[in-house]
């Protein structure tokens, strides 16, 4: 049995419909961290009849979502947010133990730089998910699969249309200045809650070479929104990188080595 990773993002949207073209027995999953758009039930059920499967939605039972993980006083750590530990990397876990063995589990990296080392990366820390990444094996970008989703007539989840590169929580714990500048426009109530809750924590999303800073003093012109990558949560989130290339992506790149050569 192979496990899919969708996330409601364009990558893993396409890298489920080609692991169901490649493989037997393809389980598609989605971890729900209750912080998403509303938009992503239409999304899900786009995607599930592109598919003609269903795609099994997984939630944390301790947290309903991030403002809930936030609440007990922990936003970020040296290791990663710690919304990610508990609403998505814990509910993995658990899915892995309840079912003890698949064939391979398949990961939405698409073709870029970055993202082929991230697959790296998280292959060698963790082998014994046996990872596939469609899209790196076929060259495929962000932009292809935004493509991809467009040629099969769906409609790209509204969070890319209001100008994220991403469809990560709304009030991501990762974004930069620009990013929370945008959501304090785009949903006020969101920016509230969490300025809300990092006063009650002392703890804040944003820091700067002067230390914290926090939502409700955050300067509406600082950061730019469009300059600030954020990836994926469900990629970047589950591994510990190194932002620098290695020689074995560059190599992947330039098609001398296969991603499914990395040890
Ligand atoms: S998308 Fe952002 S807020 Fe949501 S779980 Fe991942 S790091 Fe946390």
Redesign the pocket.
Same mark, same amino acid.
């Given at each position: 049995m192979i496990i899919a990773w969708f996330s409601c993002g364009a990558t893993s949207s396409v890298a489920c419909k080609i692991a169901l073209s490649l493989y037997e027995d393809v389980e598609i999953y989605y971890i729900d @961290?209750g @912080?998403t758009h509303d938009d992503n039930a239409r999304f899900i059920s786009d995607c599930e009849k592109w598919y003609g499967q269903k795609i099994i939605q997984l939630k944390s039972e301790k947290y309903s979502c991030?403002s809930d993980v936030l609440r007990k006083g922990f936003i970020n750590s040296p290791h990663g947010?710690a !919304? @990610?530990l508990e609403? &998505?990397k814990k509910v993995r876990y658990a899915l892995e133990d309840e079912l003890k063995e698949w064939d391979g589990q398949v990961w939405g990296f698409d073709f870029a730089p970055k993202e082929i080392n991230r697959a790296i990366r998280f292959k060698q820390q963790h082998p014994h998910t046996k990872p596939l990444f469609p899209l790196i094996e076929k060259g495929i970008t962000k932009s292809d699969a935004l493509g991809m989703l467009w040629k099969a007539g769906i409609e790209i989840p509204i969070m890319y249309k209001m100008g994220y590169n991403n469809n990560? +929580?709304i #009030? !991501?714990? &990762? #974004?930069g200045m620009g990013y929370w500048n945008k959501i304090r426009v785009d949903f006020p109530d969101k920016f509230n809650e969490v300025a809300a809750i990092e006063r009650e924590i002392g703890a804040t999303c944003l820091k700067d070479e002067h230390g914290k800073i926090y939502l409700d003093e955050l300067d509406p012109n600082r950061g730019d929104p469009v300059q600030e990558i954020?990836p994926d +949560?469900s990629l970047v !989130?589950q591994i510990e990188f190194q932002e620098i290339l290695d020689k074995q992506a560059l190599m992947v790149l330039s098609g001398k080595l296969s991603i499914k050569d990395i040890k």
């Open positions: @961290t @912080t991030v947010a !919304c @990610t609403l &998505k990560n +929580c #009030g !991501c714990v &990762k #974004g954020i +949560c !989130c």
